[in-house]
């Protein structure tokens, strides 16, 4: 273990060196140590009625060395050994407690978010800031609660804790040791996991919330409440650690980007302590040079030789590569399973007004869902002289008595989505067909609708309906033989380029939500089970699409609205 001099902290020498780009990181790390010194610089290491923060050296060490003081590794190759905390961790710990406010000489910093790859030690690393938090925080009745969506999930860090506790001849001393919790009977302190039953956050006073891998918080639901419980505490402390997730709506995503902010100097928050470790964008995943920025750790907790193994397998098995991306390198991916590249659907954004189509007959998709949830009917209009592209037309419905549940439950801005437009609020709790034969009827007055491709499940009476008011419909099957056709010619519209969405946030959300299945032939379709959110966007613009191809074909290529209207229905 680094000692400390009198001028230079350990954690200032990391800093200084990940800032000059002597030790290998990404922008928002590098961004988080040029903060770290800017701050030394301007406030100091000593109280002052001029200044509102003061950085106490003495402090700040004794917190680092309390883990190889009073902590050890409990498993692996270190099991047994003292918990020597690593340049970048040092830097976590001092930054964490050494910054203090000038005139009540409490905490700085009251949230901390950490996003770092798998295996880079940071359980371990929350479980002796917990540690730290429950028994030398020198908070009476202190409330430490390690927090996660599943009980099993919560109980990680804290076991890490247990395991220290245990392992420690003074701390068993002082910290009583139960099945699902530590306390200290001397203050009446304790540290319990606690899970997303939400009900179970109420009346509790936390001083400290551990929060575990933030992205698989489906919803704010537990973190809201447990944070707003803090408000009673002089000093308290929020931690999240997180590896990256998935897409660009999560409560984990909001902190990432509030933490960009922070960092890049967009938002001031000197209360919010933000450490990312992870690759830059442009950088080639496949590099071993980018993998050193992204895991401080490599060389110690994590293994070269296994990274290796790990890319070696994600360049032959496509499927694993955005998993290699997210876990080892904290790269934000879209999906779990990639199928459509989301920089190529971007590529796709060009927008068209119905009014710069209104020669061609339309071709409409709709994926009913079930009637209390989301609805889509997506339109498209051919590709013709001037307009390479199909130009897409998309509608969504939710029942106005879910939408603040599906805001929770989603993860993603429903709300806002409906106050901009992109979501149509239907009064109830259901979405009745006569939402979509109304958005038919819209369609029809400016363009004529060729054909309506339905997913018969839940599709109700609607099929019926439409072709009584002369629409030709065709009940889409879901199987690989209809489904497999759709798919392909959603992914030959985007890799082409001859798709144009407008740039629909609710498509893109779902774009992004896309997984799917593949069977031996090599057909493709949706796959509902396997998708992380909803798709029916998706499954209504490939099904209108893939009907649209079949009829333009059919039609010697013309355009729909050539042929002699033999095949063309409209309301």
Same mark, same amino acid.
């Given at each position: 273990m680094a000692t400390t001099t009198r001028n230079r902290l350990p954690w200032v020498a990391y800093a200084e060196d990940v800032a000059a780009q002597r030790i290998p990181a990404g922008k928002l790390a590098r961004l988080a140590c040029e903060r770290s010194l800017r701050d030394l610089a301007h406030f100091g290491t000593k109280?002052? &009625?001029?200044?509102?923060?003061?950085?106490? &050296?003495?402090?700040?060490?004794r917190c680092c060395d309390f883990f190889p003081r009073f902590l050890v590794h409990s498993k692996g190759e270190w099991a047994g050994r003292p918990f020597d905390l690593e340049l970048w961790q040092r830097w976590q710990i001092a930054n964490l407690f050494g910054w203090k406010e000038c005139g009540s000489g409490h905490r700085r910093y009251r949230k901390s978010y950490l996003e770092i790859p798998r295996k880079n030690g940071k359980s371990q690393l929350c479980a002796g800031v917990g540690t730290i938090c429950l028994a030398a925080d020198g908070e009476s009745g202190a409330e430490v609660y390690s927090a996660a969506t599943k009980k099993d999930q919560a109980k990680i860090t804290w076991l890490e804790g247990k395991k220290m506790v245990g392992a420690s001849r003074e701390l068993r001393g002082a910290i009583s040791v139960f099945a699902n919790a530590l306390t200290v009977e001397g203050s009446t302190s304790k540290w319990e996991p606690i899970s997303s039953d939400e009900q179970t956050a109420d009346g509790l006073n936390p001083s400290a919330v551990l929060v575990d891998e933030l992205h698989a918080h489906r919803n704010r639901g537990l973190l809201d409440k447990l944070e707003t419980a803090m408000g009673a505490r002089r000093q308290p402390l929020l931690?999240?650690?997180?590896?990256a997730g998935y897409g660009g709506h999560s409560v984990c995503w909001e902190m990432h980007e509030y933490g960009r902010k922070v960092l890049e100097g967009?938002?001031?928050?000197?209360?919010?302590?933000?450490y990312v470790a992870s690759i830059d964008p442009g950088d080639d995943w496949r590099d071993e040079s980018s993998w050193r920025k992204a895991n401080p750790n490599l060389g110690v907790s994590v293994k070269l030789s296994y990274l290796e193994r790990e890319a070696a397998q994600a360049l032959e098995i496509p499927s694993k590569q955005n998993a290699f991306r997210r876990l080892h390198l904290n790269d934000w991916t879209e999906q779990a399973e990639r199928w459509l590249d989301l920089e190529k659907w971007d590529a796709c954004g060009e927008s068209f007004e119905l009014g710069e189509v209104e020669d061609a007959q339309l071709i409409v998709g709709v994926d009913l869902a079930t009637s209390s949830d989301f609805c889509a009917a997506v339109a498209?209009?051919?590709?013709?002289?001037?307009?390479?592209?199909?130009?897409?037309?998309?509608?969504?419905?939710?029942?106005?008595?879910?939408?603040h549940a599906r805001v929770r439950d989603l993860g993603v801005p429903v709300d806002a989505w409906a106050e901009a437009g992109y979501v149509e609020t239907v009064p109830g709790n259901m979405v009745t067909p006569d939402s979509i034969e109304e958005a038919l009827r819209e369609w029809r007055e400016g363009n004529g609708i060729a054909e309506v491709a339905i997913d018969p499940w839940n599709a109700g009476g609607l099929g019926a309906s439409l072709e009584e008011h002369g629409v030709k419909v065709a009940m889409y099957g879901q199987g690989w033989k209809s489904a497999s056709p759709a798919m392909r010619a959603l992914e030959r519209c985007v890799l082409t380029r001859t798709l144009a969405h407008g740039g629909n946030p609710v498509?893109?959300?779902?774009?992004?939500?896309?997984?799917?299945?593949?069977?031996? &032939?090599?057909?493709?379709?949706?796959?509902?089970?396997?998708?992380?959110?909803?798709i029916d966007g998706l499954v209504a613009l490939a099904m209108a699409l893939a009907r649209g191809e079949l009829l333009n074909s059919a039609n010697g290529g013309g355009?729909?609205?050539?042929?002699?209207?033999?095949?063309?229905?409209?309301?």
């Amino acid at each position: 273990m680094a000692t400390t001099t009198r001028n230079r902290l350990p954690w200032v020498a990391y800093a200084e060196d990940v800032a000059a780009q002597r030790i290998p990181a990404g922008k928002l790390a590098r961004l988080a140590c040029e903060r770290s010194l800017r701050d030394l610089a301007h406030f100091g290491t000593k109280p002052s &009625a001029r200044r509102p923060y003061y950085f106490d &050296a003495e402090h700040g060490e004794r917190c680092c060395d309390f883990f190889p003081r009073f902590l050890v590794h409990s498993k692996g190759e270190w099991a047994g050994r003292p918990f020597d905390l690593e340049l970048w961790q040092r830097w976590q710990i001092a930054n964490l407690f050494g910054w203090k406010e000038c005139g009540s000489g409490h905490r700085r910093y009251r949230k901390s978010y950490l996003e770092i790859p798998r295996k880079n030690g940071k359980s371990q690393l929350c479980a002796g800031v917990g540690t730290i938090c429950l028994a030398a925080d020198g908070e009476s009745g202190a409330e430490v609660y390690s927090a996660a969506t599943k009980k099993d999930q919560a109980k990680i860090t804290w076991l890490e804790g247990k395991k220290m506790v245990g392992a420690s001849r003074e701390l068993r001393g002082a910290i009583s040791v139960f099945a699902n919790a530590l306390t200290v009977e001397g203050s009446t302190s304790k540290w319990e996991p606690i899970s997303s039953d939400e009900q179970t956050a109420d009346g509790l006073n936390p001083s400290a919330v551990l929060v575990d891998e933030l992205h698989a918080h489906r919803n704010r639901g537990l973190l809201d409440k447990l944070e707003t419980a803090m408000g009673a505490r002089r000093q308290p402390l929020l931690v999240m650690i997180t590896t990256a997730g998935y897409g660009g709506h999560s409560v984990c995503w909001e902190m990432h980007e509030y933490g960009r902010k922070v960092l890049e100097g967009m938002v001031d928050d000197p209360s919010f302590l933000a450490y990312v470790a992870s690759i830059d964008p442009g950088d080639d995943w496949r590099d071993e040079s980018s993998w050193r920025k992204a895991n401080p750790n490599l060389g110690v907790s994590v293994k070269l030789s296994y990274l290796e193994r790990e890319a070696a397998q994600a360049l032959e098995i496509p499927s694993k590569q955005n998993a290699f991306r997210r876990l080892h390198l904290n790269d934000w991916t879209e999906q779990a399973e990639r199928w459509l590249d989301l920089e190529k659907w971007d590529a796709c954004g060009e927008s068209f007004e119905l009014g710069e189509v209104e020669d061609a007959q339309l071709i409409v998709g709709v994926d009913l869902a079930t009637s209390s949830d989301f609805c889509a009917a997506v339109a498209v209009a051919p590709p013709e002289e001037g307009r390479e592209a199909w130009a897409v037309f998309p509608r969504f419905w939710i029942p106005e008595e879910k939408l603040h549940a599906r805001v929770r439950d989603l993860g993603v801005p429903v709300d806002a989505w409906a106050e901009a437009g992109y979501v149509e609020t239907v009064p109830g709790n259901m979405v009745t067909p006569d939402s979509i034969e109304e958005a038919l009827r819209e369609w029809r007055e400016g363009n004529g609708i060729a054909e309506v491709a339905i997913d018969p499940w839940n599709a109700g009476g609607l099929g019926a309906s439409l072709e009584e008011h002369g629409v030709k419909v065709a009940m889409y099957g879901q199987g690989w033989k209809s489904a497999s056709p759709a798919m392909r010619a959603l992914e030959r519209c985007v890799l082409t380029r001859t798709l144009a969405h407008g740039g629909n946030p609710v498509l893109r959300w779902m774009a992004g939500n896309l997984a799917v299945e593949m069977d031996a &032939a090599g057909n493709v379709k949706w796959s509902r089970k396997r998708s992380r959110d909803k798709i029916d966007g998706l499954v209504a613009l490939a099904m209108a699409l893939a009907r649209g191809e079949l009829l333009n074909s059919a039609n010697g290529g013309g355009g729909l609205y050539d042929g002699d209207g033999d095949d063309v229905f409209v309301l």
